[in-house]
């Protein structure tokens, strides 16, 4: 492709001049720079930086969207960056720099790309903006050149400064110099990649291939150091556009493939101007329509032009308004542009009554915006046609009506009666007033020719059944404004009188009715009513809140005096009551107030209660109520203390209703739960003695079952709910019963449940593990008067013991410390290690738990300390047998004690 680059001493423009300012035209909210703004060039291996700045003219902030378009090929891969977006703000702006690294290696070419400039979202109807260009890849810069390398040089020598001149359609003859300055014999052939092969012709110089025969070769063959000429034509289509052009030619040798020698050939092409106009006429005889001209444009240039049109009108003064679409035009090279004219008449006396029309000449004028040649202007030609013969009919009734409107206009001046006087206009300032206020209703009136005006009535009456609810009134003008309505009423052109007062100050409906008397045969000239005005009543006690202060309450037992601070109390502090907040609004119109509290059934259970609100709060709701906006009453106690379901109804009485209930408002209802007692096992014994969480009992399954008694004792009423588990379920809040107990080895667990009415539970359980006896029992000796007890791991002389071996059976926590005799303990001790103690009254421990229970002889034990070890759980003994010896002699064996045992899973049978 061709790198066009536009002249600056030229007035012709280029595609890319062309791009620019109709993007600088046409584009409304976006405004686009881009540098360069045209085709350029740059070496390989080079950065290239292509700059965009947009301005967002728009009324509204927009995401920008600027990106190379995937059509540029290898300029979009070369950027490292090819999108950017851009977020501005109205009237602000911002720019995008594309950084395009051209490799070392690129391909010397010229290379389009295409820019986009994009806002689908904001601008879609203005974007996107294209912007198309050229960019041509340059040979790298070579830092030296060898001095066998063949050279060429291009006759005669053009610059960007002094390009050749080309006419379009006509030749430009170019020489170029070929110089082999290598030691062989070289061959070259010339090329041009930025022009088509039609736009130019190479002439390589004629030689003899065979005697007698010349033929012309397709290459320029050169001795060592000798120099050759290739005649080169360009010959430019006649549609290319004018401008700057810089073809560059190569030129290769068939010795040296890889060196490439590049020049560049400066050309301007001529412009061109040439329009074609023409005027096609398409509706020329019109009567009331607009007539309808094309006009074509045809561009046979090689230039962009852009035409402005204007219109002139053969006649000194223009009867036509002429409107062209567009009015100014751009046309390409080699292109026809169609505009439309629109030439309406507008002067329509100008219009001929009869002939065959008046004829309208009128001139089409060019002129280009940048002083360029234009075409000379069009002639055109409008035939206005006469008018159709009813226009004459109707000219000749509009005359006889112009002389009956004059002959009426003479009897309305001279001769007709006197205008009576008419209501223009009669309101109420307002058309609501409240009674609150003490205002009166107040009306305005507008009166025309009050010259004639006698007399004006106005009364009141009622919008629905008439009545005369304001007493009627009478102003009398014949001798000017009355007195009464001097300070009110304004005599100009019309009467006019402003907030006239009333005597309607009652609340209701009204509509004032005025009736005017005019002079002359004191007739009733006009009349006319109001609408609808209200007086408003005052605003009656509105209820805005009545509820209790919590849907559900709790009754409290009779007798108590101390209260639960989640229970709301009644007066004296004793027993549950229902307590209730109300809200009402306007309470400056509250007369009493009643409360009554009924059963859902309708039984009154609080009789009717009275506040009167006259004097303000009454003393009993001094402490619960507070006189603000609206009266406010929080936590009021009722005598209502009785479990049941309850509603309450509040009566509002306002002052102005001659003490009848108007107004009225329920609580939803509420509920007083009875009374429950709190639950609690005051106890819990088995054989008498207070339960523990565990036993431990010495099983033979050749036995019968034991017994066991036991008893509880528990706290609720009668609703409660005690039950003992597994057997015999349901029992009385307090009783006792025989418990048997199975001989089979294992556990068996017993459980107090306590459930109350709300679904509270208690519960405590007793657990019972039976063990096999031991296989050896260990004799145990009778010790007179000592009461074995633990020992600790170091013994009673302070001597370590051997720790016990680790037990199978676990103990329950709440066990451990407890001091008793049913407890077994870890060693018995030596008789020899016991002291000989005096008996003292000690307190007895607790019994054990047998199944017969036999008395125990030993009366007292020695004081002993308590040592700080877990304690086992307790030994169900089987028919213990009393000790009935005492002795406290060492030497004496002490007999047995099967109450004292230690159960087998805990104690070494190998103690003497």
């Not at 690294?101 to 690129?106: D, E, F, T």
């Amino acid at each position: 492709m061709v790198q066009q680059i536009p002249s600056n001493n030229s007035p012709a423009l280029s595609l890319n001049d062309a791009f620019k300012q109709e993007i600088s035209t046409s584009t409304k909210p976006l405004a686009v720079i881009v540098n360069p703004s045209e085709s350029t060039s740059a070496f390989a291996g080079e950065i290239f930086e292509l700059r965009v700045t947009v301005t967002n003219q728009g009324n509204q902030g927009a995401i920008i969207n600027i990106y190379i378009d995937e059509s540029s090929g290898l300029l979009r891969q070369w950027c490292s960056s090819p999108y950017e977006s851009l977020a501005l703000a109205n009237h602000s702006s911002a720019e995008v720099t594309f950084r395009l690294a051209i490799p070392m290696n690129a391909t010397p070419n010229t290379y389009k790309y295409l820019l986009v400039i994009d806002a689908p979202q904001h601008y879609p109807e203005d974007t996107p903006i294209r912007h198309e260009a050229q960019l041509q890849v340059l040979p790298p810069v070579q830092s030296a050149v060898r001095v066998n390398d063949p050279t060429f040089a291009i006759l005669p020598a053009t610059s960007a400064i002094q390009p050749a001149a080309i006419q379009p359609g006509h030749p430009l003859d170019i020489t170029i110099v070929v110089y082999n300055r290598s030691d062989r014999v070289d061959r070259f052939r010339l090329t041009s990649p930025d022009l088509p092969s039609n736009w130019f012709t190479i002439t390589y110089p004629e030689g003899l291939v065979e005697e007698g025969l010349v033929t012309e070769r397709e290459s320029l063959a050169l001795n060592p150091g000798a120099k050759g000429h290739v005649q080169l034509r360009l010959l430019f289509p006649l549609n290319i556009k004018a401008g700057n052009y810089t073809p560059a030619f190569r030129l290769s040798s068939v010795n040296h493939l890889d060196l490439v020698l590049m020049d560049v050939v400066y050309l301007q092409v001529n412009p061109i101007y040439k329009l074609m106009p023409e005027l096609q006429t398409m509706i020329a005889k019109v009567g009331q329509e607009a007539g309808w001209f094309r006009l074509l444009l045809a561009n046979s240039g090689n230039t962009l032009r852009e035409i402005n049109l204007s219109l002139l009108e053969g006649t000194e003064k223009p009867i036509c308004t002429y409107s062209f679409s567009p009015e100014e035009v751009r046309i390409g090279s080699q292109a026809t542009s169609q505009i439309d004219l629109r030439v309406k008449p507008n002067k329509w006396w100008r219009r001929p009554w009869f002939g065959k029309g008046l004829p309208i000449q009128f001139y089409v004028e060019f002129a280009d915006t940048y002083k360029l040649p234009v075409p000379e202007r069009l002639e055109g030609t409008l035939i206005w046609e006469a008018r159709p013969l009813w226009h004459l009919i109707l000219l000749l009734l509009t005359g006889a009506g112009a002389i009956t409107s004059l002959i009426f206009l003479i009897w309305w001046f001279l001769f007709r009666p006197p205008t009576p006087p008419k209501i223009a206009e009669f309101t109420s300032i307002s058309s609501l007033y409240q009674e609150a206020t003490g205002d009166a209703i107040s009306l305005s009136w507008q009166i025309r020719n009050p010259q004639q005006l006698q007399a004006i009535k106005i009364v009141g009456i009622s919008p629905e059944s008439g009545i005369a609810l304001s007493s009627a009134v009478f102003y009398d003008f014949n001798q000017g404004i009355p007195r009464e309505l001097q300070d009110f009423c304004r005599l100009e052109r019309v009467l006019n009188c402003q907030n006239v007062r009333t005597d309607a100050q009652q609340a209701g409906n009204y509509v004032f009715q005025m009736e005017i008397f005019a002079k002359k045969g004191e007739q009733l000239a006009d009349s006319q009513k109001t609408s609808t005005i209200k007086i408003g009543a005052l605003a009656l006690p509105k209820i805005v809140e009545f509820s209790s202060t919590k849907p559900i309450y709790q009754e409290i037992a009779s007798g108590l005096d101390t209260i639960s601070p989640n229970i709301s109390t009644g007066e004296g502090g004793r027993g549950a009551s229902i307590a209730l907040n109300w809200q009402i609004a306007n309470p400056e119109q509250l007369q009493e107030l009643k409360i009554v509290g009924r059963q859902v059934d309708g039984t009154v259970i609080a009789p009717l209660k009275t506040y009167n609100f006259l004097n303000g709060i009454p003393s009993e709701l001094s402490l619960y109520c507070a006189w603000e906006t609206n009266l406010i009453c929080r936590k009021v106690p009722t005598k209502v203390r009785k479990a049941g379901d309850y509603i309450f109804e509040v009566f509002v009485v306002p002052k102005q209703a001659n003490n009848q209930v108007t107004i009225s408002q329920k609580t939803e209802n509420i509920r007083i739960n009875s009374y429950q007692a709190p639950l609690r096992i005051l106890e819990l014994a088995v054989n008498g003695q207070e339960a523990l969480p565990k036993y431990i009992l010495q099983g033979n399954p050749l036995s019968p079952a034991r017994n066991l008694v036991i008893s509880w004792k528990v706290a609720g009423d009668k609703n409660t709910k005690v039950e003992l588990l597994p057997s015999p379920g349901t029992v009385s809040l307090e009783g006792a019963i025989s418990y048997p107990i199975s001989q089979q080895v294992g556990s068996e667990t017993i459980t107090l449940l306590v459930t109350g009415i709300n679904g509270q539970r208690l519960s405590r359980t007793v657990t019972i593990e039976k063990v096999s006896p031991p296989v050896n029992s260990p004799s145990k000796p009778d010790v007179k008067g000592v009461l074995p007890r633990p020992l600790s791991p170091q013994g009673t002389d302070s001597k370590k013991l051997p720790a016990p071996k680790p037990r199978n059976l676990p103990i329950a926590p709440g066990e451990a410390g407890k001091n008793s005799s049913i407890f077994a303990p870890a060693a018995p001790p030596s008789p020899s290690s016991l002291p000989s103690l005096p008996k003292r009254n000690i307190p007895t421990p607790p019994p054990l738990i047998q199944s017969n229970p036999q008395p125990n002889n030993l009366s007292s034990s020695p004081s002993l300390p308590k040592l700080n070890i877990p304690t086992p759980p307790p030994l169900i003994q089987d028919n213990p047998q009393p000790n009935s010896q005492s002795s406290s002699d060492p030497s004496t064996t002490p007999s047995p004690t099967p109450s004292l045992q230690p159960s087998p899973m805990e104690v070494s049978p190998q103690f003497d």
